[in-house]
Nanobody, 119 residues
């Protein structure tokens, strides 16, 4: 099992920045990739960004390209999301997730942290 704890959410004005962090514990040696997902009421959870644990290959959702940066610290078992030039449509609950090598999808999830961007 992998346990994930997010931190860093909050309220920010449009154009501002926030940094989310996620600390992984447990069977962290079994992590293949980690990512951030966003969910708003009435909609499915969308991928924001993801990064592979070994080679650091990165994917960004189209809506955040050029504004968000995902990074990892393998020694500390953390993944971060630096969010800049925030827009009201970035508002949502952000979930940290991890994928094990034997899974085709992200199979470990944090509890989520609220990000609210005011106009």
């Amino acid at each position: 099992q992998v346990h994930l704890v997010e931190s860093g959410g909050g309220l920010v004005q449009a154009g501002g920045s926030l940094r989310l962090s996620c600390a992984a514990s447990g069977r962290t040696f079994s992590i293949y990739a980690m990512g951030w997902f966003r969910q708003v009421p009435g909609k499915e959870r969308d991928v924001v960004a993801q990064i592979t644990w070994d080679h650091g290959s990165i994917y960004y959702g189209d809506s955040v390209k050029g504004r968000f940066t995902i990074s990892r610290d393998n020694a500390k078992n953390t993944v971060s999301l630096q969010m800049s030039s925030l827009k009201p449509e970035d508002t949502g609950v952000y979930f940290c997730a991890a994928q094990s090598p034997d899974s085709h999808e992200f199979n470990y999830w944090g509890q989520g942290t609220q990000v609210t961007v005011s106009s």
